[in-house]
């Protein structure tokens, strides 16, 4: 959410950002808010003047009575009277006029970088650089599911029979490959000096407008019938609302946290042949990653974030490049965003397995994240970037180390979370 003094003193600027989003339905929004916050601000300024009035009226009355004036007394308290009445109307407006221009300026976008490229969606995204030699092997490489089948690693149709379209049941070595690269991922992200965290499953829904917008939210999150509570996406939601009406020591910053959770989402919409299996599901796991920065530094944070999970994925042997988002594929909250992208041999191309974000003060500012610094208090910058995403990584994991014969082979790093296992054996052809 942008302050509103931005939005007050530089509405061309906000515009042309609205218009290199492709989102021109919004350029009316500015001048709305505009013209609410102006309304606001002379009922509060009305309101005040009318208090400091009653108040100064108000000690006339008992003197004219002590003088024996009760008619100009009555005059007096009929003017209270009328400013109290007027009071309260204003003290009605006032909460209602502010509670529209949060509304709208909610739906606002934020600010992207200069160096973000404009495009209106991500067909636009700019490949910035890649990280290790793509392969493709001479032998064919079976659809992911056709090879977790071999390990008998999965169970899609007993998955739609208890849950539906959209679930699965992983087993027996597949199962261990999940479960071995989510604790080495936790691990990675510790001995990059990250606080290791569980968060809470669940958030409130002030959390969950804190820290997405209302597209965003309706795509993706599933409400908890009767309760003020929705599952959470991804644990950057909760990770980040663990903040939210704080005020934080500047000589505390930065907070680097690496959180595990489950993730729900609703994925709304139509995806095509290769996002069946376990591609986009309802439900997977993950490992995250967020940083509460100054506003100085989080620029920087943004590119150690990135490079943390290209740092991850080569230490698996799997070839990854990093795509810069254009400005119609950044989510109304982002300044900038990069994904990480891994490749599939199998396809002969690349596929999203990770996306790192800056928000800006943006979330900060939603759900009141400030710092109390040397020259008084500002809001925090925040940051995201996921560590890894299983079952999505496991794509990539068995396609780039898939075998000839069918074996799968285990990369050094994750060979102690396998139980020193070196490869995985198929069960059946």
């Known amino acids: ?71 100009e007394a009555e005059q007096v308290k009929q003017q209270v009277a009328n400013y109290s009445a007027e009071l309260a109307e204003l003290e009605k407006l006032e909460p209602e006029l502010e509670e529209k221009l949060k509304k709208v300026m909610m739906v606002i ?44 690693g999965i169970d899609l149709d007993a998955a739609r029979r208890v849950a539906g379209e959209g679930f699965y049941y992983l087993q027996g070595d597949i199962a261990r490959v999940h479960s071995s690269v989510i604790a080495y991922a936790r691990d990675f992200m510790i001995n990059r000096g990250f606080t290791y965290c569980v968060p809470p499953f669940m958030i409130r829904s002030n959390v969950v407008t804190g820290v997405m917008s209302f597209a965003e939210m309706d795509a993706m999150m599933y409400k908890i019938e009767g309760e003020d509570l929705y599952l959470i996406g991804t644990s950057e939601h909760s990770m980040i609302g663990k903040y939210i009406d704080t005020i934080v020591p500047e000589d505390s910053l930065p907070h680097c946290l690496t959180s595990y959770s489950p993730c729900f989402r609703k994925e709304k919409g139509a995806h095509g042949i290769e996002e069946r299996g376990v591609y986009r599901i309802h439900q997977f796991e993950k490992q995250e990653m967020i940083v509460v920065c100054k506003p100085e530094d989080s620029k920087i944070w943004f590119d150690k974030l990135w490079q943390n999970t290209v740092d991850l994925f080569r230490s698996l042997d799997i070839p990854v490049r990093t795509l810069e988002c254009c400005s119609g594929d950044l989510a109304d909250l982002k300044v900038k965003s990069i994904d990480v992208e891994a490749w599939s041999p199998r396809q002969k191309k690349y596929f999203e397995v990770g996306s790192c974000s800056n928000l ?38 068995l396609e780039n180390n898939l075998q000839a014969d069918g074996t799968v082979l285990i990369p050094k790093v994750l060979q102690p979370y396998m139980g020193g296992t070196e490869k995985l054996v198929p069960v059946k052809k």
């Open 360 to 397: 800006g003060d943006a979330q900060a500012r939603r759900l009141k994240i400030r710092v109390d610094g040397k020259d008084g208090k500002y809001f925090a910058h925040t940051l995201n970037n996921t560590v890894v995403a299983p079952p999505r990584m496991l794509i990539a994991f």
């Open 109 to 152: 976008p934020n600010i992207i970088d200069p160096s973000v490229p404009v495009g209106k969606d991500d067909s636009e995204n700019v490949e910035i650089e890649r990280f290790g030699e793509p392969v493709v092997p001479d032998f064919e490489i079976p659809y992911h599911t056709d090879i977790m089948e071999t390990f008998n």
């Open 1 to 71: 959410m942008l302050d509103i003094k931005f939005v007050r003193e530089n509405p061309d600027i906000v515009k042309e950002n609205i218009k290199k989003k492709f989102q021109d339905s919004k350029l009316p929004l500015v001048d709305e808010a505009i013209k609410l916050d102006s309304d606001f601000r002379a009922a509060k300024t009305r309101a005040d003047n009318l208090r400091a009035e009653k108040n100064r009226v108000s000690k006339q009355i008992g003197a004219l009575m002590a003088q024996g004036k009760k008619e």
